[in-house]
């Protein structure tokens, strides 16, 4: 798979400088987080737990550059964010495959959308899909495959535009357990072999711990960072970690960060990004 | 390069997800049962007739004491068949319907897709549209004849207005309706302005661009015999307004019948197309 990883040089550093995010219009609007500090070294695998509502996603849609912040600089290799990139890869719970394109071109869409010949990414799609283990699906609509398989067509679609930072809103987070399990091992193993930072929020602590370099806990709205645990757990990983004394003192502190404070109603679960049920504006 | 994990991984994902995935169903056909009572139907509506006009019931609202009886509309059809005007008729009209639809199509589908994702578009466009929408196509008639050249392009006009609105209001729907996740994640893969356009916006629309553009071809028909009160000769709808003025009963339900079924028929051709157009919503894909 050396064609695939073209520049494992690249950089992917993501820096986050006494951000504030407000979302809601005029006497409404409110800082759905406040004052992020956060600086992600490149090609590390950071995982943000956090309780509902708390705007892990409204952090990401930031990062992807589909929100602007309303104070600090949201930073990628020293670059301001200042819009969507295909550098900046985004995966959602709910995929977001294009129903009328067929797995391959979905798969294409972005080396189409930079200008490359017909074939060629054709080629590059197949490739991916490969990558993915989707290779016999190619032909087929989104609509046509299960969840898991959509998401895995989802990755590779992102993943083809080699982007420096994978950004992953609880991407197995709709999947039955047992295909979580393989599509955590299944982005692992990507994760090794193309050179990306992940940033990817989970509800789902065992998910968190299995996968990260490191792991975020953010509080409850207005979201700020609660605690930056390093996890130390050798690669590559294997199930029988989540028995381990180490990961299970973990977890325990994490469920303490997430309990929640008592008093405290939860929250709506509105979109930042119009994910299912909110009914954004027009593009 | 070890890929061992992701070899072990990927049968054993396809496996256990390949009995959920979906197959391209073939659309089935209508069922014995349900076209037996289609035809029964349109029986037993044809018998109705056939009893109130031979019997020439009058249910003092209503008289069937004028209408023609179901034999006698056939005895003026094969004669209208078997004379060389059908033809001529026939293609005067479906020119005028297809000249008018096409442009209200084109129209229709710009000025839709510009109102539903602008909303200056929408300001500028939507109140002057929402004032010409409820002018019935026979109040456009005095003004047809001022504005253009020739009866030919004053009717083609007629029937234009009659597809326009259907047309533009599905299209504005199917472009407000377009998922802004879809948007999102476009942008985010590197899709522009127009790439947005062409490759989500138009193709999430075109489901309601078909269904307005088989309404906006059913009621270009609709307009058809207001619009060739214009014409001096030749149409369906002049031969329906003929038939009326010089007494001729059989031979408007003729002309009305014939534009019922040129107009359902090539609704049923639009709808068609755009199954072409779509093959994505083909077979049994949940949308
Ligand atoms: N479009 C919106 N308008 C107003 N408020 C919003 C909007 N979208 C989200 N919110 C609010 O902003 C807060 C943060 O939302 P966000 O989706 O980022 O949280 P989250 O941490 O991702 O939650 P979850 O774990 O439920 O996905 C929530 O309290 C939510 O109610
Ligand atoms: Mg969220």
């Given at each position: 798979m050396s064609t695939l990883a073209t520049s494992a040089a690249r950089a992917g550093r993501i820096e986050l400088a006494d951000v504030a995010i407000r979302l809601g219009q005029g006497e409404a609007a409110f800082d759905v987080v406040e004052s992020v500090r956060l600086a992600i070294p490149a090609r590390q695998f950071v995982c943000l737990l956090g309780p509902s509502g708390c705007g892990k996603s409204t952090l990401l849609g930031a990062l992807a550059g589909h929100l602007a912040p309303s104070r600090g600089r949201v930073s990628l290799d020293g670059e301001t964010v200042a819009g969507p990139d295909p550098e900046r890869g985004i995966v959602f719970q709910q995929h977001t495959l294009?129903?009328?394109?067929r797995v391959i071109e979905n798969v294409a869409f972005g080396p189409k959308m930079r200008g490359l010949p017909k074939a060629e990414r054709l080629a590059r799609a197949r490739a991916f899909l490969a990558l993915v283990g989707l290779e016999d699906f190619a032909?087929?609509?989104?609509?046509?495959?299960s969840g898991g398989m959509q998401q895995r067509v989802e990755i590779a679609r992102v993943l083809i535009n080699e982007p420096r930072v994978l950004l992953m809103d609880e991407?197995?987070?709709?999947?039955d357990a047992q295909t979580r399990l393989m599509m955590q091992e299944m982005l692992l193993d990507l994760w090794t072999r193309l050179p990306t930072t992940v940033l990817f929020v989970t509800h789902d602590i065992d998910e968190a711990l299995f996968l990260g370099d490191r792991v975020l806990v953010m509080s409850s709205?207005?979201?700020?960072?609660?605690e930056d645990i390093p996890l130390g757990f050798p690669r590559p990983?294997?199930?029988?970690l989540v028995t381990d004394p180490a990961f299970i003192d973990l977890k325990r502190r994490c469920l303490g960060l997430l309990r929640p404070r008592d008093g405290k109603p939860p929250l709506p679960r509105l979109s930042p990004l119009g994910l299912p049920g909110a009914g954004a504006g027009a593009a | 390069m070890s890929s061992a994990a992701i070899d072990a991984a990927v049968p054993a994902l396809a496996a256990p997800s390949a009995p959920g995935h979906r197959r391209l169903a073939h659309r089935p056909g209508l069922p014995l049962r349900r076209l037996a009572l289609r035809a029964g139907a349109l029986g037993l509506g044809l018998l109705g007739w056939h009893l109130a006009a031979s019997h020439r019931l009058d249910l003092g609202l209503v008289t069937f004491r004028n209408v023609p009886a179901p034999l006698d509309v056939a005895r003026a059809l094969s004669a209208l068949v078997q004379s060389p005007k059908l033809g001529a008729h026939i293609g005067a009209s479906l020119g005028r319907v297809l000249g008018g639809f096409l442009v209200a199509l084109a129209a229709g589908v710009g000025l839709g897709l510009a109102i539903g994702r602008s909303r200056t578009a929408r300001d500028l466009l939507l109140p002057p549209l929402e004032v010409l929408r409820?002018?019935?196509?026979?109040?456009w008639i005095p003004l047809a004849i001022l504005m253009f050249p020739s009866s030919e392009l004053s009717m083609v006009f007629i029937t234009f207005t009659g597809a326009l609105f259907p047309i533009l209001l599905n299209t504005v729907h199917g472009a407000e309706g377009v998922s802004p996740r879809l948007v999102a994640s476009a942008r985010s893969l590197g899709a522009r302005r127009w790439a947005i356009l062409r490759e989500v916006v138009i193709p999430s629309a075109a489901q309601s661009i078909v269904t307005g553009a088989a309404i906006g071809m059913g009621t270009a028909w609709f307009c058809l015999v207001t619009a060739e009160m214009i014409s001096g000769q030749y149409g369906i709808g002049y031969f329906t307004w003929e038939a009326y003025t010089l007494q001729n009963y059989d031979d408007i339900v003729v002309g009305m019948l014939l534009i019922g079924l040129l107009g359902m028929g090539s609704s049923a051709l639009v709808r068609a197309a755009g199954r072409l157009a779509m093959p994505w919503t083909r077979a049994g894909i949940r949308s």
């Open positions: 294009l129903p009328w394109k032909e087929r609509y989104p609509d046509e495959l991407p197995f987070g709709a999947l709205r207005p979201g700020r960072i609660l990983r294997g199930r029988d | 409820p002018i019935p196509a026979v109040a």
